[in-house]
Structure formats: structure tokens, C-alpha cells
């Protein structure tokens, strides 16, 4: 059974920084794509950034370039999403989730999803 686990959200302040964590386990997912996107109330949920597990090629969504870094601990099974210079924008529920196709971006493609984890950032 495969599980995705987010941990890491909170309270922060403007301009400051989180790392999330999403530990991901019941299959190999070597030759997966993990990604994060992000819901705020009353809004889609959308696409943060993306890594493919074998290659490490990433993606990320234009708000977050520059600020957030998407990377993976093959030895721990654990995909991380390091956010610096927070936004109040960036307030969400944050969420892991993974596709064994070719899609990085596409909310619809991804099979596996996490629980999620509140991100909130006061100005």
C-alpha cells in the first residue's frame, strides 16, 4: 500500500522558511515523479514543483522559482521541499504526490497523494 507522509508545515513569518518532508513508501518509486502543489481556501489546487526520482530533473511553477528547491534522500525515501523567503501568498495546505507517467505539472496525472500540511505565513 503505497503511503505518502507530510510533515514540516507550521507558522513562520514573512520572509522566513520551512522544509517540508514527504516520506513516500509501499512501491519503488524509482522511476517516479514527485511532486508538491499547494491548495489556499477557496482556490484549485495548484502545482509547486516536481522532481523525477531517477534523474532529478525538476520543474517549478513561477511564483516559487528561486525561493523553493525540490530534492530527494534516496537513502531515507523521502522527497523535501525547502521554502525560503515566504510569502503570505504561500499560505496553504501543502501536498505530495506522485505519478508513474511522464507528468510533471498536470494536477490530473498524479496517482498517489498525501494527507497534506498547513503552511501558513504571516505578514
Known amino acids: 500500500q503505497v503511503q505518502l507522509v507530510e510533515s514540516g508545515g507550521g507558522l513562520v513569518q514573512a520572509g522566513g522558511s520551512l522544509r517540508l518532508s514527504c516520506a513516500a513508501s509501499?512501491?519503488?518509486?524509482?522511476?517516479?515523479?514527485m511532486g508538491w502543489f499547494r491548495q489556499a481556501p477557496g482556490k484549485e489546487r495548484e502545482f509547486v514543483a516536481s522532481?523525477?526520482?531517477?534523474?532529478?530533473?525538476?520543474y517549478y511553477a513561477d511564483s516559487v522559482k528561486g525561493r523553493f528547491t525540490i530534492s530527494i534522500d534516496n537513502a531515507k525515501n523521502t522527497v523535501y521541499l525547502q521554502m525560503n523567503s515566504l510569502k503570505p501568498e504561500d499560505t496553504a495546505i501543502y501536498y505530495c504526490?506522485?505519478?508513474?507517467?511522464?507528468?510533471?505539472?498536470?494536477?490530473?496525472?498524479?496517482?498517489?497523494w498525501g494527507q497534506g500540511t498547513q503552511v501558513t505565513v504571516s505578514s
Open positions: 509501499g512501491r519503488t518509486f524509482s522511476n517516479y515523479i
Open positions: 504526490a506522485a505519478n508513474g507517467g511522464y507528468y510533471y505539472t498536470d494536477r490530473m496525472r498524479y496517482d498517489y
Open positions: 522532481i523525477r526520482w531517477n534523474s532529478g530533473i525538476t
